[in-house]
């Protein structure tokens, strides 16, 4: 259990960071919904993938900010629980040292309550949670060989360095997807019958390749097992996905020769057809996928209807927007880190508790 419970105190930060960030990040697109800039689907999207990325690189940036800070201001404090403290030994929070400290090691507390398998509830929530994630391991593990079979099983029409575009009678909306060292777009062989559907089709699935969001995808659903309980990956995911497909359709009608009213009839009738199938939903980009589909298509269509066609004079003001980001994410990861009982403020603290403890036995005798 001791080696165990770094671990789980990690992993809770981690999803209490994520939390944070989900938070953030629907904050900024409530804010972004009020201006012009809810436009910038590519730069929304761009800014959304830098935030996760400093969501996975949080304890780096934890430590970044608390060494930043100690050369900066020496003797400052960053995570919550040194802040606490010191406000305490300055006498700003008026409470019993003994309760205090109780109050401050809560989540210590409750990570020994959980690990010691006290409580059948609490061992009984556990199990569950860990069979749920076996479960969609499993899950996951299913799809990979099933999309790899559909892969397998299609015809080598194109190759360049990196891309193999293949055809298949077995499917009926294109794809794209990625092996260990190529990707492939796997399209409907009927798709050669029609030039322009099949021009959409394939400016829409190298764009998602060149943005890599077959990877970003693919990185989401490894992360499920392990965060499908938690409502701020639910809600970063749904961001993600509504952002990859309006981004990539942006980006399509934003080059020359491609008009906007032939690809949404052609991206209108693939939906309808990928609404009526049940195809595995990971390791591929499609152009609709899961329950929503209805709600996602309607706002790819206004989208492409109302959205300006380009937003690069806005790229300064997302970089901005992107950089506030990463360093608030810094800063919250930097404050949540759990406190260090070997800290002079809580060596301070642990004397008055235990001068407050004599005391009261001494009163008692």
């Not at 606490?84 to 309550?113: C, H, K, S």
């Not at 569950?128 to 029409?157: D, G, P």
Request: aromatic share 8%.
């Amino acid at each position: 259990m001791t080696a165990v419970k770094p671990v789980l105190d990690a992993f809770l930060e981690f999803n209490v960071v994520l939390g944070l960030s989900a938070l953030i990040w629907l904050a900024v697109r409530g804010g972004l919904a009020l201006t012009p800039m809810r436009y910038s689907f590519v730069a929304q999207l761009r800014s959304l993938k830098i935030l996760c990325i400093g969501v996975m690189l949080s304890p780096v940036l934890a430590i970044g900010v608390s060494g930043f800070v100690a050369q900066v201001w020496p003797g400052r404090v960053v995570a919550l629980g040194d802040i606490a403290v010191a406000a305490y030994l300055r006498g700003e929070i008026a409470m019993p040292a003994a309760q205090f400290e109780t109050l401050l090691n809560t989540r210590e507390r409750w990570l020994d309550y959980v690990l010691s398998g006290g409580s059948v509830f609490v061992t009984c929530a556990l199990t569950t949670l860990v069979l749920l994630s076996i479960v969609l391991a499993i899950r996951v593990v299913r799809n990979a060989l099933t999309i790899r079979k559909a892969v397998s099983s299609s015809f080598l029409w194109r190759q360049s360095a990196k891309v193999d575009i293949r055809l298949s009678d077995r499917v009926t909306v294109p794809f794209a997807v990625r092996g260990l060292r190529r990707r492939h777009v796997v399209l409907p062989s009927h798709l050669l019958n029609s030039p322009r559907d099949l021009r959409f089709a394939l400016a829409h699935e190298f764009q998602h390749i060149r943005a890599l969001d077959v990877e970003w995808e693919l990185g989401f659903e490894l992360m499920r097992p392990l965060l499908f309980w938690n409502p701020a990956y639910l809600a970063m995911k749904h961001q993600f996905d509504r952002l990859r497909e309006l981004a990539c359709d942006q980006s399509v009608v934003s080059r020359k020769g491609i008009d906007a009213t032939d690809y949404t009839a052609c991206l209108l009738e693939y939906c309808t057809r990928s609404i009526k199938l049940k195809n595995p939903r990971i390791l591929r980009v499609a152009l609709v996928n899961g329950p929503k589909a209805k709600h996602v298509l309607r706002q790819r269509v206004i989208a492409l209807t109302d959205a300006p066609v380009t937003t690069t004079q806005l790229s300064t003001n997302f970089f901005g927007l992107t950089l506030s980001l990463v360093v608030v994410i810094a800063i919250g990861s930097a404050s949540v880190r759990q406190t260090q009982d070997w800290s002079h403020d809580r060596l301070m603290l642990s004397t008055v508790v235990n001068l407050e403890r004599l005391e009261a036995r001494n009163q008692g005798n």
